[in-house]
């Protein structure tokens, strides 16, 4: 009989790394569409690739279980400890990193929100 294997065993570094890529490229490949909400979705998934590629690295060191637990969807605290283990990081990169995390952007990119609001730069422009 064939053990199962653990879920946490099975979501390794490289998955999560090809995962990442594939909501990339995803992104990149929708066609520009004239609406007000066109962009939600490339939004979602380029916010989840970022998510995704700091625990690509955080997972060659920490259990599965670590990095949900410990670091969940925040952003800025996935990037710090992936920084930890060699992640090289612009300070422009940050901010905008910081500014997705601040912002609760990856669930405005995922539910509808009513009202008016506007990403801002990070450098006030």
């Not at 060191?61 to 090289?88: C, N, P, Q, Y």
Request: aromatic share 6%.
């Amino acid at each position: 009989m064939i053990e199962p294997t653990d879920d946490d065993e099975r979501t390794n570094s490289l998955g999560l790394f090809n995962t990442a890529e594939a909501y990339r490229l995803s992104a990149m490949a929708l066609p520009k569409i004239e609406h007000r909400h066109a962009e939600k979705p490339r939004r979602f998934l380029y916010y989840h690739a970022l998510e995704l590629y700091p625990k690509a690295l955080l997972r060659q060191e920490h259990s599965m279980a670590t990095v949900r637990d410990k670091f969940g969807h925040k952003i800025k605290l996935l990037v710090r400890e992936a920084e930890t283990l060699g992640l090289v990081v612009s300070e422009e990169d940050r901010a905008v990193l910081g500014l997705i995390d601040d912002a609760d952007a990856m669930i405005d990119s995922r539910y509808i929100r009513t009202g008016t609001r506007a990403l801002k730069h990070p450098k006030g422009k």
